[in-house]
Each structure stands twice: as structure tokens, then as C-alpha cells.
């Protein structure tokens, strides 16, 4: 039970990494990426690389400092990956970047689901299983630090203007393509911390473990908790994250628990378009839905 309680544990502190990641991306910059399992490949892949195939001995004599070297590798190669489709992709806006995206997530898998020297279609065993509760604090946290810095300097304040307006930010001289390229990289270097965090974890990987539906998970953490906030992404990944776990304990639902939960999803986003934090900061439901009849014509307020 404490194993089980504690690998939930560990998968909320990757999500909560991933969903900070894309919330630069999507939140933040207001561009529309469907990408985000891609950089969380390339970042699991290379570290587990690195610690299986590169430097073995190194990992068994040093565990700790393998798994920081690790995912400084993944963090590196993620980002790299983030220049190398945000130079060409950013052209683009709107439902043609999310194509692109998509697309750049399905070359990801493609390729290793053809490199034989990670396994290829048969998956990569033998990962040294490194992450542990603490590491994961530890890269949450640091994941919420820089990136909390970030949004509230300079850079944050430039991506938040292209969001806003993008015809005004160019105007008032912010260069455009580059801070959407730097925030497209920020935000792959940090899904490769996640990606690395969680080769290391589950000791075995496959392209199956980054199919489409990881990024539109990673979407739905940020929607549901509130776009453009870093307690909203905490928010989210925490809900994504355990709440398909409740729905275990029914024995009935738990056969459907992917439906109901797809349903609860629906059910939130229609009553809260603006996610769960948006209404905590407007208020509890009852005032929301007072203050809307007070608006209404022939509503005096006056008791009956």
C-alpha cells in the first residue's frame, strides 16, 4: 500500500513538471501546442541512453549523480528538440501549429519505434530504477522556482504581451519569433526533466508510453486548473492524476472509470471554461451564480 501511495506520488510530481512545462507554451505565450509527449520522449529516451548504454558502471557506483547527469542530458536533447521545431513551426499559428505539433510528437515515436539501438518496437529494458520521492520533490520544485522567476521577469512579461496582442507586442518592439522560439524551448527543457525523472522510474520504455493522448492529457492538466498559472498547472495535475485512481475503488466503475472520468472532464470545463483556480479566485459557485441574477432585469435584491 505504501508503494502503490508512493508511485501515485511520484506520477503527480512528473505530471506536475510536464503541466508547468506546457503552461509556458500554451498558458503563458498563448500558443496552441499538441506536441508535449515528443520532448518527453526525446528526454526519456536520451537519459536512460546514457545510463543503460553510455556510462553502466558509472550508474551503479553513483546512482545520484548519474540521475543529475541524466537529466541534464535529457533536459539538453529536450530543448534541442524544442529549437529545432519551434524555428520552423512558429511560423505558423492557431489549428496549423497544432497540426505541426502533432505531427512533430508522431516523428518522435516513429523514429524510436525504428532505433534499434533503444529497442525499437520491442521497448528498452534494464533502466536502472533511480527517481525516488525525494528526487521528485526536488525537480518539481525546481521546475516551480525558474519557471515562477521566469514568467515574473522580463521574459514573462514579453510572452504575456504576444499572448495579449501580438500586432501590438511587435509594435512596441518586442521581438516576436524570438520569444516565442525561446518560451517553445523553455518549455521542451522541462518535459525532458519530466521525461528522465520517469524513464528511471518505470525501468522499461516504449513508444507506446508517448502516443498522442499523453500530450492531450498534459493539455486537460492545464485547462482544468486554469491556463496561464502556475498554481492551476498544480492544480490540474493533481486532479488528472489522482482522480482516475478514486475511480478505482467502485468495482463497477472501475471498468469504465476512463468514460466517467472523460465525462466529470466535460461536466468541469462547461460550468468552469475559465478552470477550477479561475473560480476559486472569483469566488465560491453560490456567489457566482448570485451575482450573474442580480444582473438579470427585475432582480431587486429586496427579501421576499
Known amino acids: 500500500m ?9 506520477l503527480f510530481g512528473i505530471n506536475v513538471i510536464l503541466a508547468s512545462s506546457l503552461n509556458v507554451i500554451n498558458g503563458y505565450c498563448g500558443l496552441f501546442s499538441l506536441g508535449h509527449a515528443g520532448f518527453f520522449a526525446v528526454g526519456a529516451y536520451s537519459s536512460a541512453a546514457f545510463t543503460t548504454l553510455i556510462a553502466p558502471e558509472w550508474t551503479a557506483q553513483s546512482p545520484h549523480l548519474a540521475l543529475l547527469v541524466s537529466s541534464l542530458i535529457a533536459m539538453g536533447t529536450a530543448g534541442i528538440a524544442g529549437l529545432a521545431v519551434g524555428i ?7 489549428d496549423y501549429l497544432a497540426i505541426a505539433t502533432v ?18 518496437s520491442r521497448g528498452m529494458p534494464g533502466i536502472p530504477r533511480l527517481t525516488t ?26 510572452i504575456k504581451s504576444i499572448r495579449e496582442d501580438e500586432i501590438a507586442a511587435q509594435a512596441m518592439g518586442v521581438n516576436v519569433r524570438f ?5 517553445f524551448v523553455v518549455g521542451s527543457l522541462f518535459a525532458g526533466l519530466a521525461g528522465s525523472l520517469f524513464a528511471h522510474n518505470q525501468e ?8 498522442f493522448m499523453i500530450s492531450v492529457s498534459v493539455l ?7 491556463l ?20 478505482r475503488l467502485n468495482e463497477f466503475v472501475s471498468q469504465i472509470r476512463m468514460l466517467v472520468f472523460g465525462l466529470i472532464m466535460i461536466l468541469v470545463m462547461l460550468v468552469f471554461p475559465e478552470g477550477l483556480l479561475g473560480l476559486l479566485k472569483k469566488g465560491s459557485l453560490k456567489n457566482k451564480f448570485f451575482k450573474k441574477a442580480k444582473n438579470e432585469p427585475g432582480f431587486s435584491g429586496a427579501p421576499l
Not at 522499461?204 to 502516443?211: C, E, T, Y
Not at 486537460?220 to 486554469?226: A, Q, T
Open 179 to 183: 520569444y516565442k522560439t525561446f518560451s
Open 204 to 211: 522499461f520504455l516504449h513508444p507506446s508510453n508517448f502516443v
Open 133 to 158: 520521492i525525494p528526487w521528485v520533490i526536488v525537480g518539481a520544485a525546481f521546475t516551480l522556482i525558474i519557471l515562477n522567476n521566469l514568467i515574473k521577469s522580463s521574459f514573462g512579461r514579453c
Open 2 to 10: 505504501i508503494e502503490y501511495f508512493g508511485q501515485i506520488f511520484v
Open 103 to 120: 505531427g512533430f510528437g508522431e516523428i518522435i515515436r516513429i523514429v524510436f519505434l525504428n532505433m534499434d539501438v533503444v529497442g525499437a
Open 88 to 94: 520552423p513551426c512558429l511560423r505558423l499559428t492557431g
Open 220 to 226: 486537460l492538466m492545464i485547462v482544468l486548473g486554469g
Open 228 to 247: 496561464g498559472s502556475q498554481k492551476g498547472a498544480v492544480l490540474g495535475a493533481f486532479i488528472v492524476t489522482l482522480l482516475p485512481e478514486l475511480l
